[in-house]
């Protein structure tokens, strides 16, 4: 029997530096990605009550990147989508049952091919994009390379450029102030389902 | 007997006079479309990959067409990107030189070459403190990527008085004008169709 665990993957992440508290509002579903922070605003946030968490490991000074951290942050703190671009410790989190999410660098078609050829492409470990903004110049051959769930991460600044992205991304990562510019917010997708027909207000 | 006219390389405003004269350079590998590029109105070539150790044959034909050449010292094989590996392509007789490493554009100004760096968008905050290493590394040319969304991102980049270049997914005459018409001097570009693009 393969069990599939259920993990909430927000349509809206905002970045945070986990220093500060953030409430969506209550028409917005997101989740706060944690990122440029240290060990001590980590554990601070991850013992907060609040919206759902994940952490862009690579960038929390005091953490090593290796599957020790992982477990940390996964087992110990209860974060379950860590993002890293490190395709081992991706796989590590998808052990540990969280969903390990690669950042892949998009900066052109031949370097994302390269970048794409160390995805682990297993179960539960997606694709974090960045800059999430190139999203909707990828043809669809592209996009059909990059394993699901993908998440857009960088250089989203405007309600309208997330929109238009959540139609090709499962979430989007933004500023605080743009997040708040979104709703009435769509239905959050689950991973380890493909996403209903529902789509965020476009217009 | 036959007289071969020595290259002359080119100063920064000549070699941005040619890609003013035809916006969209081709981006190619030394294996892969050498010869649709040279036979295209792209006048500029951008080697992005090939063998470093072995790039005479193809500056010399890129020359031989009375065409210009950069090489992507980070990505071709058998070079570090160091001063040495700087050395060694300008003694090839490239052009230009692009490299993401602020540190060497001294090194490729003082080779004689024009020094190309490359500002890699990812996330805001990152940016600003890319674009203030560029200005301490002082370039000729800042190759902007993914270029193809430049236009989204030009009013988050400081004024400078660097020539842009927009590379990375380009692919449509819409987003090589859009790229120009954002502040881009021209575009880098794998796809052979806008080599032959006219962009006032």
């Given at each position: 029997m393969t069990e599939i665990l259920h993990i909430r993957l927000p349509l809206v992440y905002v970045a945070s530096d986990g220093r500060h508290d953030w409430e969506p509002p209550s028409a917005l579903e997101a989740g706060l990605l944690l990122r440029d922070t240290d060990l001590p605003a980590l554990i601070h946030r991850a013992s907060q009550q609040g919206p759902p968490l994940a952490v862009d490991i690579d960038t929390v000074s005091g953490l090593d990147a290796d599957q020790v951290a992982v477990a940390f942050v996964v087992q110990r703190l209860g974060i379950e989508v860590v993002l890293t671009r490190r395709p081992q410790l991706a796989a590590g989190a998808a052990a540990l049952g969280g969903l390990g999410l690669l950042q892949v660098l998009a900066f052109d078609s031949t370097g994302l091919l390269h970048a794409l050829v160390s995805h682990p492409r297993q179960p539960r470990v997606g694709t974090a994009i960045?800059?999430?903004?190139v999203l909707v110049h990828l043809l669809p051959e592209e996009l059909g390379r990059l394993p699901r769930p993908i998440l857009a991460y960088g250089l989203i600044n405007t309600p309208e450029a997330a929109r238009s992205i959540l139609v090709r991304a499962d979430s989007v990562v933004v500023r605080p102030q743009i997040a708040e510019q979104m709703v009435p917010a769509p239905v959050p997708a689950v991973v380890g389902y493909r996403r209903s027909a529902t789509r965020p207000a476009t217009s | 007997m036959s007289l071969a006219v020595a290259h002359r390389p080119p100063t920064a405003s000549e070699f941005l006079a040619r890609i003013a004269r035809a916006r969209c350079c081709a981006a190619i590998t030394v294996d892969q479309k050498l010869d649709a590029a040279i036979a295209s109105r792209a006048e500029v070539m951008f080697i992005l990959r090939g063998n470093g150790l072995d790039l005479s044959s193809a500056v010399h034909r890129i020359h031989d067409a009375g065409k210009l050449v950069a090489v992507h010292l980070d990505l071709i094989a058998g070079l570090r990107a160091d001063r040495a590996g700087v050395a060694w392509l300008a003694r090839s007789g490239v052009d230009a030189i692009i490299s993401s490493h602020g540190q060497l554009m001294p090194a490729i100004k003082q080779e004689g070459a024009i020094a190309i760096q490359r500002l890699l968008l990812v996330r805001q905050n990152q940016m600003h403190a890319a674009v203030a290493a560029i200005s301490r590394s002082g370039p000729d040319i800042v190759e902007v990527l993914p270029g193809v969304i430049l236009p989204d991102v030009i009013h988050m980049l400081p004024k400078s008085n660097v020539p842009l270049l927009a590379g990375g997914f380009i692919r449509t005459e819409s987003e090589a004008r859009a790229a120009v018409a954002a502040g881009a001097v021209g575009v880098t570009t794998s796809w052979p169709p806008l080599w032959d693009l006219t962009i006032d």
């Open positions: 960045s800059p999430g903004l | -």
